[in-house]
């Protein structure tokens, strides 16, 4: 099924139970689920009224971080890891965390080159998350 209308939220927007948002052409709506739910980019949400509202992921400020050895990388999770950082693993294995400039310099100081970009950022969602999305070709399954 086609959505309707599109909605377009930062990651901090996108994990909900109940807010007051308005869709990307002006029209507000309600969100009032039973239980906290995390929405990524291609999700969709089914209107009461009929149809699907899809949610885009909002471009946000964030820092790619890139190593030249697998040692880097790993350090560089751990400590991320041990802040409770959200982290974005990119298809070539860059990390991507929201921008900050404290994490950014500790990325450096370990050895990892670092990037400053605008980009939908989209997390891992945790070994200990209710349910969890798997990711296929753009489609998101809920579990």
């Not at 994990?15 to 689920?33: A, E, H, M, V």
């Not at 949610?55 to 560089?76: F, Q």
């Not at 982290?87 to 450096?108: C, F, N, S, T």
């Amino acid at each position: 099924m086609d959505a309707v209308a599109t909605v377009t939220l930062a990651f901090d927007d996108r994990y909900r139970r109940r807010i007051r948002l308005t869709d990307d052409i002006g029209n507000d709506f309600l969100l009032d689920l039973t239980d906290p739910k995390r929405f990524g980019d291609g999700d969709g949400l089914v209107l009461e009224e009929g149809g699907i509202l899809a949610v885009r992921a909002a471009p946000e400020t964030v820092i790619d971080i890139s190593c030249d050895t697998i040692e880097e990388k790993a350090r560089i999770a751990w400590h991320l890891g041990n802040r409770h950082t959200p982290v974005q693993i990119l298809p070539k294995g860059e990390l991507r965390i929201r921008q900050d400039h404290v994490l950014e310099k500790m990325a450096q100081s370990l050895g990892a080159t670092t990037q400053q970009r605008t980009a939908p950022f989209e997390p891992e969602g945790g070994a200990y998350e209710q349910g969890h999305v798997h990711r296929s070709g753009g489609q998101h399954h809920d579990h």
